[in-house]
């Protein structure tokens, strides 16, 4: 009997060629997985795409929970952006796609594990970083990185071999998708001098064109977790499905970036990320409200380095363990109500509300109730600042 290899499968021609080049390369029957992360799309489909095309088995997970609950929720509470800009949906989803090939291949005593990515970019480590922390005896195979075709020869090589190539004018783009946001590279996006062009965006309209009304939402917090939307409850994957429509329809979430990649290039990439944007503007506007100050600032400095090493694939990883447990401990008090306004391509927290709120009105206000002895700030300030007085005296000013 054949050893066994479990692809990362998506359907599209790349991994459709990999099935029969891997069963051809080395000789081993290839098991097709398709994970569902949120993407809309027909796994059915996909699913008996795999078999024709020339796997021995073709199997359909659906994830979207699991990366709610586990990825996503941990991104939130970590307000997970990499250099500032991108919610790194990729990074996130990439451990879980391995796990999951991993698990199957335990499943079905495989003896090897492959995905389509090529050798420039940051998924090929994301994969093989999983794989290497959960299963180091399955072997890695990586056509795309071995093949040296170009999409020329992929089609060639497809019609040679029955795989159905895609018909009339294929998308310019290559692009990622799932919960959290939607990727889109390569073609003109290419040259970073111009400006992003039009058709690379699915999920959002032109902020230039979006209504000109405003539109309120109010998202509910539990430990940092959003629980709900306009005061209905509702499960993540579902509220998260809403906050994407609801901001893409008003151009909330484009993002527009050079990006350094883990392999040492830079990189022009366009996201769209409504509900992201949306969320992580309400969270963090909600840790402002009911974090203690010296948390809220230790903790940016964990953030930083929490979207950098989930960005380089190191998820199962003691690190990103031992901050998640960190940032799970700050969310304790993080419940509230946050009110965004959607607006022509802006989400911004404009009202928020919590029974953990830190806001102390009677300290903070200027008006009549106020109880904040203004007195003793003068003997605070006097030893705050003898560090600087101490220096001017005796160096002289410092400028
Ligand atoms: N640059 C982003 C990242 O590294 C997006 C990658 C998209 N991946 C893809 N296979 N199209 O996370």
Same mark, same amino acid.
């Given at each position: 009997?054949?050893?066994?290899?479990?692809?990362?499968?998506s359907g599209g021609l790349d991994t459709s060629v990999?099935?029969?080049?891997?069963?051809?390369?080395?000789?081993?029957?290839?098991?097709?997985?398709?994970?569902?992360?949120?993407?809309?799309r027909d796994?059915?489909g996909?699913?008996?795409k795999?078999?024709?095309? /020339?796997?021995?088995?073709? *199997?359909?997970?659906?994830?979207?929970?699991?990366?709610?609950?586990?990825?996503?929720?941990?991104?939130?509470?970590?307000? *997970?952006?990499?250099?500032?800009?991108?919610?790194?949906?990729?990074?996130?989803?990439?451990?879980?796609?391995?796990?999951? =090939?991993?698990?199957?291949?335990?499943?079905?005593?495989?003896?090897?594990?492959?995905? /389509?990515?090529?050798?420039?970019?940051?998924?090929?480590?994301?994969?093989?970083?999983?794989?290497?922390?959960?299963?180091?005896?399955?072997?890695?195979?990586?056509?795309?990185?071995?093949?040296?075709?170009t999409r020329e020869d992929e089609i060639d090589y497809a019609k040679?071999?029955?795989i159905p190539v895609p018909v009339g004018k294929d998308s310019p783009y290559s692009t990622d998708t799932?919960?959290?946001?939607r990727s889109i590279e390569c073609g003109r996006i290419e040259d970073?001098?111009l400006?992003a062009p039009e058709d690379a965006w699915e999920w959002?309209?032109?902020?230039?064109?979006?209504?000109?009304?405003?539109?309120?939402?109010?998202?509910?917090?539990? =430990?940092?977790?959003?629980?709900?939307?306009?005061?209905?409850?509702?499960?993540?994957?579902?509220?998260? +499905?809403?906050?994407?429509?609801? +901001?893409?329809?008003? /151009?909330? /979430?484009?993002?527009?970036?050079?990006?350094?990649?883990?392999?040492?290039?830079?990189?022009?990439?366009l996201?769209?990320?409504?509900?992201?944007?949306?969320? *992580?503007?309400?969270?963090?506007?909600?840790?402002?409200?009911?974090?203690?100050?010296?948390?809220?600032?230790?903790?940016?400095?964990?953030?930083?380095?929490?979207?950098?090493?989930?960005?380089?694939?190191?998820?199962?990883?003691?690190?990103?363990?031992?901050?998640?447990?960190?940032?799970?401990?700050?969310?304790?008090?993080?419940?509230?109500?946050?009110?965004?306004? *959607?607006?022509?391509?802006?989400?911004?927290?404009?009202?928020?509300?919590?029974?953990?709120?830190?806001?102390?009105?009677?300290?903070?206000?200027? +008006?009549?109730?106020?109880?904040?002895?203004?007195?003793?700030?003068?003997?605070?300030?006097?030893?705050? +600042?003898?560090?600087?007085?101490?220096?001017?005296?005796?160096?002289?000013? =410092?400028?």
């Amino acid at each position: 009997m054949a050893e066994k290899c479990v692809l990362a499968y998506s359907g599209g021609l790349d991994t459709s060629v990999a099935i029969r080049w891997i069963a051809e390369t080395y000789g081993v029957d290839v098991i097709a997985l398709a994970v569902d992360v949120g993407e809309e799309r027909d796994y059915e489909g996909i699913r008996r795409k795999g078999e024709q095309v /020339g796997a021995v088995e073709s *199997l359909v997970v659906d994830a979207k929970q699991e990366f709610f609950d586990e990825h996503i929720t941990r991104a939130i509470a970590a307000n *997970l952006t990499y250099e500032r800009k991108y919610v790194a949906f990729t990074a996130l989803a990439r451990p879980l796609l391995a796990k999951e =090939q991993v698990r199957v291949a335990r499943e079905k005593g495989a003896t090897h594990v492959a995905h /389509g990515c090529t050798g420039k970019g940051n998924d090929q480590v994301r994969f093989e970083v999983t794989y290497a922390a959960l299963a180091p005896e399955l072997e890695i195979i990586a056509p795309a990185r071995e093949w040296g075709m170009t999409r020329e020869d992929e089609i060639d090589y497809a019609k040679e071999h029955g795989i159905p190539v895609p018909v009339g004018k294929d998308s310019p783009y290559s692009t990622d998708t799932n919960l959290w946001g939607r990727s889109i590279e390569c073609g003109r996006i290419e040259d970073p001098s111009l400006e992003a062009p039009e058709d690379a965006w699915e999920w959002t309209v032109n902020p230039l064109e979006a209504p000109d009304e405003p539109e309120y939402v109010t998202i509910g917090f539990e =430990q940092g977790v959003p629980v709900s939307l306009g005061g209905e409850r509702m499960d993540g994957v579902r509220l998260v +499905g809403e906050l994407n429509a609801l +901001g893409g329809a008003h /151009g909330v /979430g484009r993002v527009n970036m050079i990006e350094n990649r883990l392999v040492g290039i830079k990189s022009r990439e366009l996201y769209e990320c409504p509900a992201a944007t949306i969320i *992580l503007e309400a969270h963090r506007d909600l840790e402002s409200l009911v974090l203690d100050r010296e948390t809220a600032h230790f903790k940016q400095h964990l953030e930083l380095k929490y979207s950098e090493l989930v960005y380089y694939g190191l998820w199962f990883t003691p690190l990103r363990v031992a901050i998640d447990a960190f940032m799970a401990q700050t969310q304790k008090p993080v419940g509230g109500e946050v009110t965004v306004r *959607l607006y022509k391509g802006r989400a911004e927290a404009v009202a928020r509300e919590s029974d953990e709120s830190l806001y102390d009105f009677s300290l903070a206000t200027y +008006g009549e109730e106020d109880i904040f002895d203004q007195s003793s700030s003068r003997g605070f300030i006097e030893i705050f +600042g003898l560090p600087a007085k101490v220096v001017s005296m005796i160096r002289g000013v =410092q400028e």
